[in-house]
């Protein structure tokens, strides 16, 4: 008899709900730090996930969805905006200052909450633009949830991330390894570029515990949605924030990076408004820029013209037309104290990476990711000399631009880029990334500094006004990619430019090449002189690389680093500095590290000079 009352209340409120519910209610259930290589329900041995997979089995599994940023406050503001973040101008992880958004420009939340929506974040924002979370959230604390919207008939849109897989969760102590963890150690498959070590056996094993936590967690707030009567009225998109935080995922632009976990369970109530049936698992490619049209579209909203996103679900948007999509676009800028200088492009099967900074390899140093054992270890056993081909990648520099066919080498080992039989393929996907850098007028062909000093009021409108020079310094940067002859001829040309950003780039492109390019290494050192600091930055770095021993220009970089009158420039000065000692060799005296700007970032890189001694 309990359990018949109780069906029948079940009922009643599904019925009350369906009949007043005429908008949609949405619900956004983000895990932080975990890439689609952290699920079971993703193809990876563990990662068991009930919960989750309770959402899939009444709606839609996206086997292509794509962060955008491999890192939280970039993926993060593109998420809340529907704007790529090298056009908005906020790009760095951490920013040193928040960019305006276009005048009139709402991110959707604000939309949302303008239209009726009771908008609630728990808790996380990290936003890298300049915006009024009031104007964003109704509410956003600990305690925001829709269930504290006055009206209860009211539309919401919540959103609630979980920080139980977070990178710090790996920060343990190696005395915690005697606790023990649900995935036994000895039954994890590592990624071929991980070292089988017991470090990183366990490591892996722990995050896919924490993945278990999620899920739990998970199931908390669904059995509280239910319990309100409101399930079969809300669209729930679970995902990642981005990726994953093993060794060479977070803050890395490859698939561990970028590529995500996506379930959108549809609701009964609103199953009309979705031309796919519950239960399927789909192809088509979503990037972080189009959650944000896709919710407005499915509460029935008109899209700002500017976002750079579009619909995958909703009204006109048909199952054969999301199919259709199999492009998505990444970026990877500064990381906290880190720099660097990536952009990908994904089409079907392969992967294009364009590394412009290629120099500077992956593993150079950044405090916050060497808190982890194993990337302490990673880096022991590569100066050991124990590393095979594939696990030493991640300490040497990068090629301009790599190729890899994700269907067979998901995890991004084998460089197409010189195969003959793939030339076609590097060619085509070579021309659509430069196609999109240039539609978008990405601003990192400009120093952070520059940035900073010059954009942040109208980085979209300093993007539009600069494409003609945009052009053409993304022209000099890819003379790195022709015929060696040709490169340096045009390359030395650019080191005489009036531009600074030519010869800026100049010096970059230069370095990139490398030894080859030493035949115009007096060019290069005329720069060393150059009235703009972050030329003479650029020329100082590139002598070193190029192994020139006069003029030595260890000098040039003290005096820029000691006189440079912003603080994003001497943390540039500083990510030279530390690439050119631990990996190239040059011996640094620290005494004559004394920057202006002994805070922020800055410290950072200061403080890793005074703790440790690289051999």
Same mark, same amino acid.
């Given at each position: ?73 970039? $993926? ?26 276009? !005048? ?34 109704? $509410? ?18 919540? =959103? ?33 570029? %991980? ?15 924490? =993945? ?11 059995? !509280? /949605?239910? $319990? +309100? ?12 924030? %981005? ?27 609103? #199953? ?17 820029? *189009? ?34 999509? +199999? ?17 990908? /492009? ?25 808190? =982890? ?7 022991? /056993? ?19 631009? &790599? ?5 067979? *080498?998901? %995890? ?15 060619? *085509?996907?070579?021309? #659509? ?32 006004? %600069? ?40 010096? &970059? ?24 600091? =972050? ?46 000692? *631990?990996? &190239?060799? /040059?011996?640094? +005296? ?26």
């Amino acid at each position: 008899m309990i359990r018949i009352l109780a069906l029948l209340v079940s009922l009643l409120l599904a019925a009350n709900s369906a009949t007043a519910a005429t908008r949609p209610n949405f619900l956004f259930l983000v895990s932080e730090d975990n890439s689609i290589h952290s699920l079971r329900l993703y193809g990876a041995r563990h990662g068991t996930t009930p919960n989750i997979l309770s959402l899939a089995k009444n709606g839609l599994v996206f086997d292509h969805a794509f962060s955008c940023s491999p890192v939280c406050s970039v $993926a993060r503001s593109t998420l809340a905006t529907g704007i790529y973040a090298p056009r908005g101008g906020f790009q760095y992880h951490r920013k040193i200052a928040r960019a305006a958004l276009p !005048q009139g420009l709402l991110p959707w939340s604000s939309v949302l909450k303008q239209n009726g929506y009771y908008t609630t974040n728990r808790r996380k924002t990290d936003y890298n633009f300049r915006f009024p979370i009031k104007r964003l959230w109704n $509410a956003s604390s600990p305690k925001a949830s829709w269930r504290n919207r006055p009206d209860k008939q009211q539309p919401f849109f919540h =959103m609630q991330s979980f920080g139980q897989s977070h990178e710090s969760s790996l920060h343990f102590r190696r005395e915690q390894f005697d606790t023990p963890t649900a995935v036994s150690p000895d039954a994890i498959k590592l990624a071929p570029y %991980h070292p089988d070590t017991p470090t990183f056996r366990y490591t892996h094993a722990r995050y896919f515990d924490r =993945m278990g936590v999620i899920d739990k967690q998970i199931g908390r707030v669904l059995r !509280q /949605l239910t $319990a +309100d009567g409101l399930l079969e009225d809300t669209f729930i998109f679970y995902f990642g924030d %981005h990726g994953g935080v093993l060794p060479r995922s977070k803050g890395y632009a490859y698939e561990s990076g970028l590529h995500v976990p996506l379930v959108v369970r549809i609701p009964a109530n609103f #199953r009309h408004l979705v031309d796919h049936k519950p239960n399927t698992r789909l192809g088509g490619f979503v990037s972080f820029t *189009d959650f944000g049209p896709t919710v407005l579209h499915l509460a029935g909203l008109d899209i700002d013209k500017r976002l750079d996103g579009r619909p995958f679900l909703g009204p006109g948007v048909s199952a054969q037309d999301l199919a259709s999509r +199999d492009e998505a676009f990444g970026h990877a800028d500064r990381f906290d104290e880190k720099y660097d200088h990536v952009r990908t /492009l994904r089409k079907g099967r392969y992967t294009y990476i364009r590394n412009y900074q290629g120099f500077y390899p992956d593993g150079l140093q950044n405090n916050y990711r060497y808190r =982890m054992l194993a990337f302490q270890e990673w880096r022991t /056993l590569h100066r050991a000399g124990t590393l095979n081909a594939a696990q030493k990648q991640f300490f040497h520099p990068r090629p301009a631009e &790599q190729l890899f066919d994700i269907q067979s *080498d998901p %995890h991004q080992v084998k460089d197409l880029s010189a195969d003959p039989g793939h030339h076609k393929v590097l060619l *085509d996907l070579r021309n #659509r990334l430069r196609k999109k850098v240039l539609e978008i007028n990405d601003l990192s062909f400009y120093p952070e500094s520059h940035q900073v000093s010059n954009m942040l009021d109208d980085p979209i409108g300093f993007g539009v006004a %600069h494409h003609k020079e945009i052009v053409f310094l993304h022209d000099i940067a890819a003379l790195s990619l022709t015929p060696l002859p040709v490169a340096l001829g045009k390359l030395k040309a650019h080191l005489l430019s009036k531009n600074p950003w030519h010869r800026y780039w100049a010096c &970059q492109a230069v370095t990139l090449i490398g030894p080859p390019a030493k035949p115009i290494s007096v060019a290069v050192a005329v720069c060393l002189g150059d009235p703009h600091p =972050m030329v003479r930055l650029r020329a100082a770095e590139c002598l070193a690389v190029l192994k020139t021993n006069t003029p030595d220009p260890l000098p040039v970089l003290y005096d820029v680093l000691n006189t440079v009158p912003t603080e994003a420039e001497a943390l540039l000065v500083l990510n030279t500095v530390v690439f050119l000692r *631990d990996h &190239q060799g /040059l011996a640094i +005296d620290t005494t004559r590290l004394l920057p202006r700007f002994p805070g922020g970032q800055v410290a950072r890189r200061l403080e890793y000079f005074k703790r440790s001694s690289v051999k």
